[in-house]
């Protein structure tokens, strides 16, 4: 296998995490190779808060929905609506952000190959080279100084690089359907996304409906390994008159539960996305948070090849949890304690009625940081919190 091609950076997968590490760093001058797996969507709610649109530059037209309000429906079918007080939540379809944030990094300067990754080889003295198969099958070397794993929950690169690291994980599976003209004019909302937290679609996670404009994700996650995901969302779309819609695709991947605890391999090797476990815990929230971990990927790899020092990776894990790591082991419990059984989630749902745990729901959501300038409401929340822990109200 001959080696015609150097780049000092390669990233391997090209979703959210891996698109925008490459973009950074091509926009700084550095050759960049973006190696992505062609014709897979991932599936995913496509959510995403007004702080990546800000902070991303998103265009207004990749967003497919505006969502202005959230019901959360409980076991018994109890419905409390969660209505966003001068905000909203971008929906996007992930076949065609993705390819927007790829696009974006090439016009940038990276370049995009389409391609299988399998493995990275090293000479004696340390040289790295990654190896792939192109669309053809055929098999490809090239030379780099740093590689970037985005490929996934169950990243090959983090396998291989990083064998004694393990990030759990939920199985997520949807259905994406066709909204018919008369669902838009009927019960059917095109501003709602349903929340649904019932031990039959999920004894451990929540089903959702996601409106996305012209079509829908209706989806189901969980760890439960007996548990069929694929019953799971036909019963949400029998339970929510959704059995007649067209359904267009059907998706399934892993979704990890919490940040690996370590990124790198003390080399030249550092994971971002999914490949880091850089998912909200309770939410499964995952654009904005593997868009920040590409982007401080791309700091700490900027910061490598300037100085070759590894130790400057570590700096991409710290900076990520110095900003987020407080939310997801607040998030952690929740998902832990609620999300136990159906008596629990009943008692969750009803807690969403309240005015204090919505507008701080919703402003941490939007502005992706918890709200510390409300103390009153935060302690009016500890002690419902505290009332529906030790029943004191009914659910």
Known sequence: MSVNEAFEVVVVGGGPAGATAADRLAREGHSVLLLDKAGRIKPCGGAIPPRLIRDFEIPASLLCAQIKS???????????????????????????FDEFLRQRAAEHGATRRTGSYERIVREPDGTAFVEYLDQEGVAQKVKTDLVIGADGALSKVARQELPDVHVP?????????EVPESAKRGNFDGRRADVIYDGRVSPDFYGWIFPHGDTASVGSGSAHKGLSLKQSVARLRATHGLEGFRTLRREGAPIPLRPAKRWDNGRDVILAGDAAGVVAPASGEGIYYAMVG????????????????????RQARKGFMKAHG??????????????????????FVSM?????????????????ELVRAKPGAHLRIFFKDMAHLLGLVSP
């Open 294 to 313: 590409g982007q401080l990927a791309a700091e700490a790899g900027l910061q490598f090849l300037e100085t070759r020092d590894p130790k400057a990776l």
């Open 169 to 177: 994980y939920v199985f997520a599976y949807h259905e994406i359907l």
């Open 352 to 368: 969403c009625k309240d005015p204090d745990v919505q507008e701080l729901t919703w402003q941490a959501y939007m502005n992706k």
């Open 70 to 96: 959230a019901r959360m429906v409980s076991p018994s079918e109890r419905q409390v609506d969660m209505p966003i007080d001068g905000g909203y939540v971008g929906m996007v379809n992930r076949e065609a």
């Open 326 to 347: 407080r939310v997801f082991w607040i998030l952690g419990i929740m998902q832990t304690f609620w999300y136990k059984n159906d008596k629990r989630r009943e008692r």
